[in-house]
């Protein structure tokens, strides 16, 4: 049990988040002393290593941080040792050491959670970051004002972060934006090594992030294969998942997407945007509700330039309530192939439900052999066309009961909806109000 006499190494705590302060904006390099060599813990059957807060920053950091680096799990108390009800401060600024790190040894950080109270963690620059070649679990803690994100994890062998309710991201101005995210993962500084194994993200509730740039979900170049399940993201401006080139296969299933309308911040609020990967996409089961004008419910960017080529998506079941957005449910970009989207329920009123269209940034940018099959598209409302296909869209094939194609493809194949021919609508070419891959996939 720790929470009485702590072991205060604040300069040696303070000298490793320099560096993380650095690879946390800009993901690049290698950690030095925050990945030291590994020495992965044994399973462990023994008791937890029990941390009391006791409301004071930075000692509640360093006593969370002693106990992480014995490894096993670590369970953090709803009350101080004398029973009072207590969170954990983790500080209000980034210059000092306002967050744990997990580098040498495989540990899992839970919180107690009763019928009247949640172990919770008030603040902190990065409350809980990873920077070993271990594995680590994140489960049932509620973070409170984080500054950047409530976790982020540029090293690990595998990770969980279940049941977790992040709120309030406070957001870092970068000088051209803000950023606030919910959980990071940034693997661009090796691809193919640095986060490896599998992910799981289950269960988890981020709400109220109003930075520019605040997704509740981000990955950068990770290796690992993921799961994103049962979650809940509400008022999420930038919205639920980005992932650029991701490396392994990817699963996002049963969630509820609301990232809301734009706070003011420029924010494009998006259930699902996927910039490349060799990795497969599948989207199924999920409750996306969109309020902002330029969201995508699920946007697939593919550019063999950057993040590389996107193929044999699968987007199915899913349900999508469109409030006046000017794009859609789905939107594939450029270089995709071979995507499914079929068995989705669409309601509302947007520019088109599903399209291809090419960003105008990529030469010879074609999208082949994707298909929309038994969409149920008769509540929607659209300003241009149920499906729009551009010049891009390359022997797509389109079946189901109701709604209108816009067909500017070439050896496209439809039954069931009614085809449109004439001028392109104004959404060809360069895509109004898009970012370009330079730009929008910042995750830093």
């Given amino acids: 049990m720790l929470g009485g006499s702590i072991r205060r190494d604040r300069r040696s705590h303070r000298r490793v988040w320099t560096t993380i302060l650095t690879l946390s904006l800009v993901g690049s390099a290698t950690v030095t002393s925050a990945a030291s060599t590994a020495v992965a813990a044994p399973p462990s059957v023994a008791s937890p290593t029990v941390v009391y807060p006791t409301g004071e920053f930075p000692d509640d950091v360093i006593a969370v941080q002693e106990a992480v680096d014995g490894g096993g799990t670590v369970l953090l108390k709803t009350t101080n040792a004398a029973g009072v009800p207590t969170a954990f401060a983790f500080g209000d600024t980034v210059e000092e050491s306002s967050g744990v790190i997990v580098r040498n040894r495989d540990v899992a950080i839970v919180g107690e ?68 995210r919910g959980f990071k993962f940034l693997g661009n500084a090796n691809p193919l090594h640095a986060i490896t194994g599998t992910i799981l993200l289950r269960d988890n509730v981020v709400r109220d992030l109003d930075a520019s740039l605040s997704e509740a979900f981000v990955f950068d170049e990770v290796a690992a294969d993921v799961t994103i399940a049962s979650n809940t993201v509400e008022r999420a401006a930038g919205g639920g998942v980005l992932a650029i080139a991701q490396h392994g296969d990817m699963t996002i299933s049963q969630n509820s997407f609301a990232p809301g309308p734009d706070p003011g911040v420029g924010a494009f609020g998006s259930g699902v945007a996927i910039y490349g990967g060799e990795g497969r996409v599948t989207v199924t089961e999920n409750q996306f509700t969109l309020e902002n004008t330029i969201a995508d419910g699920v946007l697939l960017w593919g550019d063999e330039g950057f993040g590389g080529r996107i193929v044999s998506a699968s987007i199915t079941k899913n349900r999508f309530d469109l409030r006046h957005t000017l794009y859609g449910a789905v939107t594939l970009i450029d270089q995709v192939d071979g995507t499914y989207v079929g068995q989705n329920r669409v309601v509302g009123t947007s520019g088109s439900v599903f399209a291809i269209v090419p960003s105008g940034f990529v030469d010879a940018a074609t999208a082949n052999r994707n298909a929309f099959i038994g969409n149920e598209l008769a509540s929607t409302n659209v ?45 060809s070419g360069r895509r109004p109000l898009a970012p370009s891959p330079g730009f929008h996939p910042f995750a830093f």
Avoid at 134 to 148: A, E, K, Q, S
Avoid at 392 to 417: H, K, P, Q
């Fill in 113 to 180: 959670r009763t019928p009247t109270a949640r172990a919770t963690i008030e603040g902190g620059f990065i409350p809980v970051f990873g920077a070993g070649n271990v594995t680590m679990r994140v489960d049932n803690l509620r973070f409170v004002d984080p500054i950047l994100s409530a976790v982020i994890v540029i090293r690990s062998t595998g990770a969980q972060i279940t049941r977790n309710e992040v709120s309030g991201v406070v957001g870092l101005d970068l000088g051209f934006a803000t950023e606030g």
């Fill in 383 to 427: 300003d241009v066309a149920h499906i729009l296909l551009l010049d891009n869209a390359i022997n797509t094939t389109v079946r189901g009961r109701s709604g209108t194609v816009f067909d500017g493809g070439v050896g496209t194949s439809i039954t069931g909806l009614t085809p449109m021919k004439g001028a392109a609508p104004p959404v």
